[in-house]
């Protein structure tokens, strides 16, 4: 698998300056992204576009050292002398850089924005397919609700609250169901997810081990649990699609460890959902395939543990696999 060559991240420009160096068209979509942030956004040149005038923006004519005193980010989107002594003043500076449309001499991307404020989602292609980036970010745009930002503010109000009065698992809990509607009134939701004390399980079938045949529920539960306890049989890359926090179990055979006995796998359910955690029992194709299922889902059902039951894809080859092992 390919990896990626640039870090994403959200970085901090709140109280600082952005400056762009150039009057003209690219340096204009720059302004435009740069003024959706709280920073000062300052524009360099000689001979602005007029355009320059209906932006909340700075204007110099002229550049001096001092320009680039509480610059976040630098962006060169003009050629000749003033952008290289920019450019050399911004590296002692220690400035991150961004010479549009010369990804080799860039520090950073700017990726397409999707923006709810507080959220927003970057798509990026490290400069290899701009346009790509682009298509992608109108089928996000189209799949976000204006009223996204409401919520990320709603959540963010009630922060303090949530962690005086909730664990770290039960406050997760608490703010996917916030965000997923479940519940209308906030201060209900809050004190019904204080009370919470045991978790669950979800017995979940990986399919034939492709990404791409995981059920929808499959997926979305994957998203949703703390921990993972899976089979060494379900390939990595569909393990991966859980949250990237979740806590991973193995617990069949493989090489140079030993196998748990379907009892101790059961133990296992029960403890963790004791600790009040959402649980995944993820297993090749259908869970119910190789029994397992029934095995742990009464053990569950003994412990007083709510669980469910999701079927996968189930297929011949992962049916042999269930009886071998």
């Given at each position: 698998?390919?990896?990626?060559?640039?870090?994403?991240?959200?970085?901090?420009?709140?109280?600082?300056?952005?400056?762009?160096?150039?009057?003209?068209?690219?340096?204009?979509?720059?302004?435009?992204?740069?003024?959706?942030?709280?920073?000062?956004?300052?524009?360099?040149?000689?001979?602005?576009?007029?355009?320059?005038?209906?932006?909340?923006?700075?204007?110099?004519?002229?550049?001096?050292?001092s320009t680039l005193?509480?610059?976040?980010?630098?962006?060169?989107?003009?050629?000749?002398?003033?952008?290289?002594?920019?450019?050399?003043?911004?590296?002692?500076?220690?400035?991150?850089?961004?010479?549009?449309?010369?990804?080799?001499?860039?520090?950073?991307?700017?990726?397409?924005?999707?923006?709810?404020?507080?959220?927003?989602?970057?798509?990026?292609?490290?400069?290899?397919?701009?346009?790509?980036?682009?298509?992608?970010?109108?089928?996000?745009?189209?799949?976000?609700?204006?009223?996204?930002?409401?919520?990320?503010?709603?959540?963010?109000?009630?922060?303090?609250?949530?962690?005086?009065?909730?664990?770290?698992?039960?406050a997760r809990r608490?703010?996917?169901?916030?965000?997923?509607?479940?519940?209308?009134?906030?201060?209900?939701?809050?004190?019904?997810?204080?009370?919470?004390?045991?978790?669950?399980?979800?017995?979940?079938?990986?399919?034939?081990?492709?990404?791409?045949?995981?059920?929808?529920?499959?997926?979305?539960?994957?998203?949703?649990?703390?921990?993972?306890?899976?089979?060494?049989?379900?390939?990595?890359?569909?393990?991966?699609?859980?949250?990237?926090?979740?806590?991973?179990?193995?617990?069949?055979?493989?090489?140079?460890?030993?196998?748990?006995?379907?009892?101790?796998?059961?133990?296992?359910?029960?403890?963790?959902?004791?600790?009040?955690?959402?649980?995944?029992?993820?297993?090749?194709?259908?869970?119910?395939?190789?029994?397992?299922?029934?095995?742990?889902?009464?053990?569950?059902?003994?412990?007083?543990?709510?669980?469910?039951?999701?079927?996968?894809?189930?297929?011949?080859?992962?049916?042999?696999?269930?009886?071998?092992?």
């Open positions: 698998m390919r990896k990626l060559n640039t870090f994403p991240v959200s970085y901090k420009v709140e109280g600082r300056r952005i400056v762009i160096i150039g009057g003209g068209e690219e340096a204009l979509n720059k302004a435009r992204l740069a003024i959706k942030t709280t920073a000062s956004v300052v524009i360099v040149s000689a001979a602005p576009a007029p355009e320059f005038a209906e932006l909340d923006v700075d204007i110099s004519r002229t550049y001096g050292p005193d509480g610059a976040a980010l630098l962006f060169i989107a003009a050629a000749g002398a003033v952008a290289e002594r920019a450019r050399a003043d911004a590296r002692v500076r220690g400035i991150p850089v961004n010479v549009v449309d010369v990804p080799a001499a860039c520090d950073f991307y700017t990726p397409s924005i999707v923006e709810r404020a507080p959220l927003s989602v970057a798509i990026a292609t490290e400069g290899d397919a701009p346009v790509l980036a682009r298509l992608v970010r109108a089928r996000i745009e189209a799949m976000l609700a204006p009223e996204l930002g409401q919520l990320a503010q709603l959540a963010g109000s009630l922060r303090a609250r949530v962690a005086a009065r909730l664990s770290k698992v039960q608490f703010y996917e169901d916030l965000l997923t509607g479940v519940g209308d009134d906030p201060e209900a939701l809050l004190e019904a997810h204080a009370r919470e004390a045991t978790g669950e399980v979800w017995l979940v079938g990986a399919g034939p081990g492709a990404e791409d045949l995981l059920t929808l529920r499959a997926q979305r539960l994957l998203q949703a649990a703390d921990v993972i306890v899976h089979d060494p049989a379900v390939p990595d890359r569909v393990i991966e699609m859980g949250r990237r926090d979740a806590e991973r179990i193995a617990v069949g055979a493989r090489r140079g460890h030993p196998a748990f006995a379907h009892p101790e796998v059961a133990a296992l359910l029960i403890r963790l959902a004791r600790a009040g955690k959402r649980v995944v029992r993820l297993t090749p194709g259908d869970p119910t395939a190789c029994g397992r299922a029934a095995e742990e889902g009464a053990a569950l059902g003994r412990a007083g543990i709510a669980y469910r039951l999701v079927p996968g894809v189930g297929t011949a080859a992962v049916e042999a696999t269930c009886e071998a092992a």
